[in-house]
């Protein structure tokens, strides 16, 4: 199965998806890789891997609209069957979506939904919750919204730093994404 990974950023979760293929966790090929910030990181680790990325900038384009519908040409092109956001900071405009109607599935670090958005890790630190975790779910025209489609939590105390817990719910995601993506293939997207 063919899928696209769309990163803004470091790419963590990228290179956690791309392990568990090559040591054959996860019956998937990486077609595509979207990437909307020309200088990310993610985007030296897909090249080492020899995947072929996408770079473009938003602010190039007239709309939304503009720049999905190239992105929807290349994956219809490359032949993608799930789109897995990892990390991509945009919220999906209906180019997009109803290309691909629950095909596409966000990671966020937070136990949705609480904590939508930006530095989710720093807004449940701020409140002060005792429980943390990591979401998994469909993608919709919200940001971080649509269906769940799975969740971890774990404890946290007053002496855990921030870098600590980002660390924890980094090790959380690098093993739960690629088992949930492995799962819903497995299940033929339904
Ligand atoms: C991940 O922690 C992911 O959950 C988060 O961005 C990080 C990307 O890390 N996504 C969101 O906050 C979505 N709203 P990575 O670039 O190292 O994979």
Same mark, same amino acid.
């Given at each position: 199965?063919n899928?696209?990974? %769309?990163?803004?950023g470091?790419?963590? @979760?990228?290179?956690?998806?791309?392990?568990?293929?090559?040591?054959?966790?996860?019956?998937?090929?990486? #077609?595509?890789?979207?990437?909307?910030?020309?200088n990310?990181?993610?985007?030296k680790?897909?090249?080492k891997? #020899? #995947?072929?990325i996408?770079?473009?900038n938003?602010?190039?384009? #007239?709309?939304k609209?503009?720049y999905?519908?190239?992105?929807v040409e290349?994956?219809?092109?490359?032949?993608?069957?799930?789109?897995?956001?990892?990390g991509?900071?945009?919220?999906?405009?209906?180019t +997009?979506?109803?290309? %691909?109607?629950n095909?596409?599935? @966000?990671i966020h670090?937070?136990? +949705?939904?609480?904590?939508?958005?930006?530095?989710?890790?720093?807004?449940?630190i701020?409140?002060?919750?005792?429980v943390m975790?990591?979401?998994?779910?469909?993608?919709?025209?919200?940001?971080?919204?649509?269906k769940?489609?799975?969740?971890?939590?774990?404890?946290v105390?007053?002496?855990l730093?921030?870098?600590?817990i980002? @660390?924890?719910?980094h090790?959380?995601?690098?093993?739960?994404y690629p088992t949930?993506?492995?799962? +819903?293939?497995?299940?033929?997207?339904?």
């Amino acid at each position: 199965m063919n899928i696209a990974i %769309f990163a803004s950023g470091v790419g963590s @979760n990228y290179t956690a998806i791309s392990n568990a293929i090559k040591d054959g966790k996860l019956d998937a090929t990486i #077609n595509l890789v979207v990437c909307d910030k020309e200088n990310a990181e993610v985007i030296k680790k897909v090249k080492k891997d #020899n #995947n072929e990325i996408f770079v473009f900038n938003p602010k190039k384009f #007239n709309s939304k609209s503009e720049y999905e519908k190239i992105i929807v040409e290349k994956c219809i092109e490359k032949d993608i069957s799930l789109i897995v956001l990892a990390g991509y900071m945009r919220i999906l405009g209906s180019t +997009l979506l109803d290309a %691909f109607p629950n095909r596409i599935i @966000n990671i966020h670090p937070s136990l +949705l939904p609480a904590f939508k958005g930006k530095d989710a890790i720093g807004q449940a630190i701020e409140y002060g919750v005792k429980v943390m975790g990591v979401s998994i779910h469909y993608v919709n025209s919200e940001m971080d919204g649509g269906k769940i489609i799975a969740q971890k939590s774990f404890e946290v105390n007053d002496r855990l730093t921030k870098e600590e817990i980002e @660390n924890k719910v980094h090790e959380i995601e690098h093993i739960l994404y690629p088992t949930v993506i492995q799962k +819903l293939i497995q299940g033929g997207l339904k």
